[in-house]
């Protein structure tokens, strides 16, 4: 139990284009999501906080208006990166949170390259 | 401000050599102490949850234990496919985290010789 999934798990993109990923919990329902993003050799930095049917609180730092989260539903939220530039890339994880526990369980992850 | 230390940044062993890993934290409130797993590559596993002083799991060759300062990782008699950064998460209480979030360490390189 607890399978968090993300899509896709490698993207290369143009500079000025836009980019989604999803993150979907398969097997719970997840109140709140989080997105994070890790440099390399380097531990997992907050982005954003997500919770179904809200606007996502977002971390000192991150752009709002470059970095588009929607949480729809109690199992799917996306991640748009608007006009990506070659310092976005980067890999972005997701995880969600089980509407019964504290523990947050995470995607396999996200390598985006903008080129 | 809530901080998460682990210690040492990177761990040798041979296979079969048992050791500790260190995550040292201060936090308004503990909900709860995390650990995970992550190979290169790919998103964090979640191996174990602490809520208390005092409390400890254990899973295959991993035991993980808290105390009101720090949380060890005991890892017995690993094995090269051990070899992984481990990761050390607290999430505080009350209101000043109603998002839930996690405050991470920076991790222990952990690498098992054959």
């Known amino acids: 139990g607890a399978v968090v999934s993300q899509h896709p798990s490698r993207v290369i993109c143009k500079s000025g284009t836009s980019v989604k990923i999803e993150c979907r919990s398969l097997?719970?329902?997840?109140?709140?999501m989080f997105w994070y993003r890790q440099f390399p050799k380097q531990s997992l930095m907050l982005m954003a906080t997500?919770?179904?049917?809200?606007?996502?609180?977002?971390e000192q730092g991150v752009e709002k208006d470059k970095f588009l989260i929607n949480h729809a539903s109690l199992t799917l939220s996306t991640l748009t990166v608007t006009s990506a530039h070659p310092e976005d890339s980067s890999f972005y994880i997701c995880?969600?949170?089980?509407?019964?526990?504290?523990?947050?369980?995470f995607g396999p992850g996200t390598r985006l390259t903008v080129t | 401000e809530d901080q998460v230390t682990q210690s040492p940044e990177a761990l040798r062993l041979q296979e079969g050599e048992s050791s500790s890993l260190n995550c040292s934290y201060t936090?308004?409130?503990?909900?709860?102490l995390f650990w995970y797993r992550q190979d290169p590559g790919k998103g964090p596993e979640f191996l174990f949850t602490l809520y208390s002083a005092g409390e400890e799991k254990e899973k295959e060759r991993l035991k993980a234990t808290l105390t009101k300062k720090e949380s060890f990782l005991h890892i017995t008699a690993p094995k090269p496919e051990d070899s992984a950064t481990y990761l050390c998460a607290v999430q505080a209480g009350g209101v000043n985290n109603a998002g839930n979030m996690l405050t991470f360490g920076g991790g222990t390189r952990l690498m098992v010789k054959p």
């Open positions: 936090v308004s409130g503990l909900r709860g």
């Open positions: 995880s969600a949170r089980h509407s019964h526990s504290y523990e947050q369980y």
């Open positions: 097997d719970f329902q997840a109140t709140t």
């Open positions: 997500s919770n179904e049917g809200s606007k996502a609180t977002y």
